[in-house]
């Protein structure tokens, strides 16, 4: 059974550092790996989607990238803003019937 | 203009009551999705249905029934509510079931008293 884990928990940095995510899962074998955030009350917003013949996506100041055969995703964000905070959250696809696995997040905090 | 929408954004209703929740999706997906996001936060699939069809049930209580008259809908309801039942319910869709994109709707915080 597919078992995703996202550490740290949670996470505070100050304004402008480079935030860093991970997240991994047990079984190698997946579909595709897809990065989340959600902000308190709010529903999930998709920010990166890797499939797994790839290696690392990019959009602005995120950067995620995938090692299957190690069973890790990495999440960074370039130069954080106070707007970042919110909780990330890392979902693996298993197969090809959309049943995402979904880790517990990483709360961000960045402060001003 | 909302992708996917659910409504109502909060539900709050007695034990024992019968109720809905609708999941509208303006992506022209043809997949949609039911998640339950528990106190802990952990997010866990419910259904799944492609074209109308359900594709994926997990073991769910019979008490919960989704409907999905046309591809762009799939409404959850859930009969006898139990205090359990209360959660975050997310509905969600993509492109088919292989693997492209998932969008999800803002939540419905149901809960029991």
């Known amino acids: 059974k597919q078992e995703v884990t996202q550490i740290p928990a949670a996470l505070s940095v100050p304004e402008g550092e480079n935030l860093v995510l991970n997240c991994s899962f047990t079984?190698?074998?997946?579909?595709?790996l897809q990065w989340f955030r959600q902000d308190p009350g709010k529903g999930l917003t998709s920010l990166l989607l890797?499939?797994?013949?790839?290696r690392e996506q990019t959009s602005g100041r995120l950067n995620a990238s995938l090692d299957k055969s190690s069973g890790r995703s990495t999440l960074y964000i370039a130069a954080s803003q106070p707007g970042d905070s919110a909780t990330y959250l890392c979902a693996v696809l298993p197969d090809s019937w959309g049943k995402f696995q979904f880790g517990a997040g990483t709360q961000v905090v960045v402060t001003p | 203009d909302t992708a996917v929408s659910q409504t109502p954004k909060y539900l709050v209703t007695q034990m024992g009551n019968d109720k809905s929740i609708k999941c509208e999706q303006n992506?022209?997906?043809?997949?949609m999705y039911w998640y339950k996001q528990d106190s802990k936060k952990f997010l866990k699939i419910m259904f799944s249905?492609?074209?109308?069809?359900?594709?994926i049930n997990e073991t769910v209580p019979n008490r919960f029934s989704p409907k999905s008259p046309d591809k762009a809908h799939l409404n959850l309801h859930i009969n006898s509510l139990e205090l359990g039942d209360s959660a975050v319910y997310f509905c969600?869709?993509?492109?088919?079931?292989?693997?492209?994109?998932?969008?999800f709707g803002q939540g419905t915080r149901l809960t029991v008293v």
């Open positions: 249905y492609n074209n109308k069809e359900l594709i």
């Open positions: 890797i499939q797994s013949s790839q």
């Open positions: 969600a869709s993509s492109q088919g079931p292989a693997g492209t994109e998932a969008f």
């Open positions: 992506l022209g997906h043809d997949t």
């Open positions: 079984d190698s074998a997946i579909y595709n």
